[in-house]
């Protein structure tokens, strides 16, 4: 019987595509709009900060360079995951993402709470040569990011398309896009206490690469790895145990 | 483009002045940016199409008795771009492999870092090599299974040339660093848009020439090319919408944030696979495997059972690629549930395909090119019940971030997508060009070695490194620390990333000769033989040919 149904379908080209578009769209629908209205999907912390403009700028070198093809940037709700990088990520965390950097691939180790792990020195040594400080790395090298300066120009641009996506960057942060980003990685000039005054006392003040005299890509990249893991406190409040390991361990 | 009307001419030269005045607006804003250089690329590729067309401006106008015969002509140039793609995506895998085992093959230059050809490459396999042979294979398939000419002249040449941009635009911006970081949907927001014209025409086209069937009935092959573009564009524009910085910056940001873009992005990204990488595929298993085994399909029921069950099932999967992660439990547990439902259909599929071959084995024995079709059939099976097998939550846990994923993606990509797609050019290629046969059938059994064998050392090198580093990852000392640091279990990867580089090279070198035995091929049609006497559409009012069995 259901043979012969089809084989009236068959005969339709336009009932076939509306038979194909109903039969798609459901589990779609059914896992993604959820997301949005069930309130405990994305945690509400107080301390959750915004990235600043120099943080920003950073990551948008982390994307060009495609570094989420080999770094994640989520710690699962495993044992192993946990011990080896830090409290499991909480949704909340990557609230302002756009995109989300969460990552399919460990090639490199995780990312999601480098920030603070390793001084800045180290990380311009390891973006310029991975290999000066783990031999082992298969990484490849980053060394014209400290002589490409940064271009301060869009800052204001790009704060303003986040807002429009969703993250509450105020008239004030836009407008002082620019000077923030000089002020972070200046921590003695006039402009850093700006910096805090606009991000919170939690934000980053350093001179990212080492030179003040001049902002490069490395500052902004740097600037945007230290602060991964220290958005918020919230992950490591959180007493939930992680999961067991699904089988037993083999010692 | 002989075959265009005076009037499908001064549309197409119309189409491709606007392209260039954009082009032409973009290199004009973007200056020595990237957006810049991607107007630059806008105005060199229409002002080439726009000389190409110019060349044949004053050429006499068709001859009426086209209309009686099918329209080949984009499917000829389709092949090329096909295989073009082939070896440049396959080429750059090689090369992003050989990068991991060692880092110094980018010349420290910044174009060619692992983190910026990754995305050439998948991009260039998925939809340089894939979009161009699901395009080509299927202008191919819906007017023979219709028994009706495309009902368009202009628009193939449009959906072809406009997708091949789109693949120009993708590409050439990983290299420069324009990139929206979505994996496989790396291109960025006026390239998004660009091809969502290109799709709407496709379309609309491939709509078309389904009404103008002779056949009463819609053929399995078409339903899955139907859902794919279909499903595609949904897929597409949803995953894609975003907020540029400036209408004249190539930069933007999506409007999804944190774990809602993850869902997406996954949604995306696994049913790109559904419905790009299988639906399509299945379409030329559909069609070419029982044309090259002359029987029927095994099982028509079958057929309806997995058509159905894959276009359903597929869209739940994709959380499956976020277990353990902060996305809710709930949308995990529904991923891996219908992940594993999916084991029914697909193996309808497989098991429809590899059961038509019965009675047709000892052509499986002389034929390569069916040969192709049989072992992708397997690889099918193989991969889609290794994909249900990865999504159940504990095994996900040890493979999730490791090389067994990169490795059952190509058990799929290599052994099912490409071989099925060598398989359908074997058997389009001679069909198009009116001949009995590829030029060396001996170069056709090579190149199923190389492929097979190449996939083999791929995927098992995959596996043992995948498996070594879930398990090196979580394994404890008596004391209950950690056993290895990370570097260690890099350390552990490296003979066998320099094993998949050398599968890798040698699957490359199968498609090296198989575009030389295509062009081949090609350049001996002047002497063909005949046409096949059914090889036409049937013409309103004259049933002058004989129709084909079903």
């Known amino acids: ?251 | 483009m002989r075959q265009l009307t005076t009037g499908e001419r001064d549309l197409a030269a119309g189409v491709l002045i606007v392209l260039a005045v954009i082009g032409v607006a973009m290199a004009a804003v973007g200056r020595n940016e990237p957006f810049g250089i991607h107007g630059l690329i806008v105005l060199i590729y229409s002002g080439c199409l726009l000389a190409l067309l110019m060349s044949g401006a004053f050429s006499p106008a068709p001859d009426p008795s086209r209309f009686s015969k099918y329209y080949d002509d984009p499917i000829k140039i389709g092949v090329g771009l096909t295989l073009f793609w082939a070896i440049f995506g396959m080429f750059v895998g090689v090369w992003a492999a050989a990068q991991l085992a060692w880092p110094a093959l980018n010349f420290d230059t910044a174009w060619s870092s692992f983190g910026r050809i990754r995305p050439a490459h998948t991009s260039g396999v998925i939809f340089g090599f894939g979009g161009n042979a699901l395009i080509t294979t299927s202008f191919h398939v819906v007017q023979r299974t219709s028994r009706a000419r495309l009902a368009d002249q202009f628009s193939p040449w449009f959906v072809l040339f406009g997708f091949n941009l789109f693949c120009l635009l993708a590409i050439s911006g990983y290299f420069l660093g324009v990139t929206q970081s979505k994996e496989y949907a790396e291109a960025e927001w006026y390239a998004d848009i660009w091809l969502v014209i290109v799709w709407i025409v496709y379309f609309v086209l491939y709509v078309r020439t389904l009404a103008r069937r002779k056949e009463p009935h819609i053929y399995v092959a078409n339903w899955y090319y139907l859902a794919f573009i279909l499903v595609v564009a949904i897929l597409h524009i949803v995953n894609n919408l975003a907020v540029p910085i400036s209408v004249t910056d190539a930069k933007s940001y999506t409007v999804w944030a944190g774990v809602q873009d993850a869902m997406v992005q996954w949604w995306y990204g696994h049913n790109a696979v559904a419905f790009f990488l299988t639906a399509g595929f299945l379409a030329m298993l559909y069609y070419y495997l029982p044309i090259r085994a002359q029987r029927p399909i095994f099982s028509y029921r079958l057929s309806i059972l997995s058509f159905w069950g894959i276009t359903f099932f597929y869209m739940w999967a994709g959380s499956h690629h976020l277990h353990y992660t902060a996305l809710p439990h709930w949308v995990q547990n529904l991923g891996m549930t219908f992940s594993v439902m999916l084991l029914v259909p697909s193996w309808a599929s497989a098991g429809n395909a590899l059961l038509t071959l019965n009675g047709a084995w000892h052509k499986v024995r002389d034929d390569a090119t069916l040969r192709f079709m049989m072992m992708a059939a397997f690889f099918y099976g193989l991969s889609t019940f290794e994909g249900s097998f990865l999504a159940i939550r504990p095994v996900n846990s040890l493979s999730h971030y490791t090389d067994w994923t990169v490795g059952h993606v190509h058990a799929g990509a290599l052994g099912w997508v490409a071989l099925i797609t060598f398989g359908a050019l074997y058997t389009l290629v001679p069909a198009i060009w009116k001949l009995d046969r590829m030029y060396s059938a001996a170069l056709v059994e090579i190149h199923f070695w190389l492929a097979l064998i190449g996939t083999l050392i791929y995927v098992f090198a995959m596996w043992n490194s995948g498996i070594i580093q879930g398990l090196m990852w979580r394994t404890y000392s008596e004391d209950s620390a950690l056993t290895y640091s990370f570097v260690d279990t890099l350390v552990a990867m490296y003979p066998y990333y320099i094993a998949r580089a050398f599968g890798g090279l040698l699957f490359l070198i199968g498609a090296v000769i198989a575009a030389y035995n295509v062009w081949m091929t090609v350049r001996h049609a002047g002497t063909a033989t005949a046409a096949s006497s059914e090889d036409f559409p049937i013409v309103d009012g004259v049933k002058t040919h004989a129709t084909p069995a079903e």
């Open chain 1, 1 to 251: 019987m259901s043979d012969s149904i089809h084989r009236k379908l068959e005969r339709s080209a336009t009932g076939f595509m509306l038979a194909i578009i109903a039969a798609a769209s459901v589990g779609g629908i059914v896992e993604i709009a959820p997301l949005f209205t069930i309130d405990d999907t994305v945690e509400t912390v107080e301390d959750m900060r915004l990235y600043t403009p120099l943080e920003l700028a950073g990551r948008d070198i982390y994307v060009r360079e495609g570094c989420y093809a080999c770094h994640s940037q989520m710690i699962r709700t495993l044992r192993d995951d946990v011990e080896r990088y830090g409290p499991y990520s909480l949704a909340v965390e990557s609230k302002y993402d756009h995109p989300m950097l969460w990552g399919s691939k460990r090639t490199g180790p995780d990312l999601a709470r480098i920030g603070g792990k390793y001084s800045d020195f180290w990380h311009v040594a390891h973006l310029n040569n991975p290999r000066d400080v783990v031999p082992e790395s298969n990484m490849p090298s980053y060394r014209w990011l400290s002589t490409t300066l940064l271009d301060t120009t869009k800052l204001p641009l790009m704060l303003a398309a986040q807002r429009t996506v969703g993250v509450p960057y105020t008239d004030d942060m836009i407008e002082n896009a620019a000077v923030d980003a000089y002020g972070q990685a200046a921590p003695d000039s006039e402009q850093a206490s700006e910096v805090t005054t606009r991000y919170g006392e939690g934000t980053q003040l350093s001179a990212f690469d080492g030179v003040v005299t001049n902002l490069t890509e490395m500052d902004a990249l740097v600037a945007y790895i230290q602060v991964l893991g220290r958005l918020t406190g919230a992950a490591y409040e959180n007493t939930a145990a992680a999961e067991p390991m699904p089988e037993p361990s083999n010692n």
